[in-house]
């Protein structure tokens, strides 16, 4: 199958399985747990997306590898693998708040190759394939051009772990008077998307996992972004940078001064 063959098959899963998601919460949840703590929380809807991509790759694609967050590990033979987030954002679909997505991402040995990341409340679905650029409902996107960091509007995120909170807040603290402003929206990969197409200058996060960025990432490269970790290497779920190219530097610079222990601390 081509990349253009996979990205029209992870799109349709992503808008089959956003479709099921939406529905279902209009029609109320049922059941919501939780997962690392007390704040992660899990829905019937976010196991009901991940089954039903999986079971349509499983038949339409036998040989792929597989991950998921909610628990799908399949190892395969084609070189081919789909790492997936069923709902990037599950406390805002919990919440009935809009930003949340369904992420999909396809890799071959040569890393990311194919990106969609949709989401349903708002009709917008983000895609990128390697190499040909990302598009915001089939219109090409491309990120700010924004060049000084304190006119730059920063998004991050924040761990479920309450004691990595307390740090990350303090951190965001000690930024937040250098840059033009803070948000923060709660879905790593509409984060990603955002900063794609220009909505956000800058956006950085921590303790993520491979589904949180498996299609957020590429589809921000595509769109001229420069990503990294907080240190100058390579981009890592663990420490994710993504910026417009021109402000990358001073916000990495930032972020490791305002992660430096004080006298506080
Ligand atoms: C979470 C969201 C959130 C980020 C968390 C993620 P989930 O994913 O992307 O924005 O701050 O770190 O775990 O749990 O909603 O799929
Ligand atoms: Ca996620
Ligand atoms: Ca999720």
């Not at 040989?63 to 954002?89: K, L, M, Q, T």
């Amino acid at each position: 199958m081509t990349p253009h063959g996979l990205l029209e098959l992870a799109t349709t899963l992503a808008h089959d399985a956003g479709t099921l998601a939406f529905e279902g919460r209009k029609a109320g949840l049922n059941d919501v747990g939780t997962k690392s703590t007390t704040t992660d929380m899990v829905t019937e809807y976010d196991r009901a997306s991940e089954r039903l991509i999986v079971d349509r790759l499983r038949t339409l694609r036998p040989n792929d590898a597989i991950i998921g967050e909610e628990g799908a590990s399949v190892s395969g033979s084609s070189g081919i693998e789909w790492c997936i987030d069923p709902i990037d954002g599950t406390t805002n679909f919990t919440y009935a708040l809009p930003n949340w997505a369904v992420s999909i991402g396809v890799a071959d040995s040569e890393g990311p190759l194919v990106g969609v990341v949709h989401i349903p409340p708002l009709g917008e679905t983000f895609t990128a394939i390697r190499g040909e650029g990302a598009r915001l409902n089939d219109y090409p996107i491309s990120c700010s051009t924004t060049s000084e960091i304190s006119q730059a509007l920063v998004c991050t995120g924040f761990s479920y772990a309450a004691h990595q909170r307390t740090i990350q807040s303090a951190r965001v603290a000690r930024m937040i008077h250098e840059v033009r402003d803070i948000r923060r929206f709660g879905a790593a990969s509409i984060d990603m998307c955002y900063v794609a197409c220009g909505r956000l200058d800058a956006y950085f996060e921590e303790n993520l996992h491979p589904w949180d960025i498996a299609a957020g990432a590429l589809i921000a490269r595509e769109a001229g972004c420069r990503l990294g970790d907080f240190h100058g290497g390579p981009l890592h779920p663990a420490e994710s940078l993504v910026t417009t190219p021109l402000v990358f530097d001073a916000l990495s610079a930032m972020i490791q001064r305002a992660s430096a222990p004080t006298d506080n601390n």
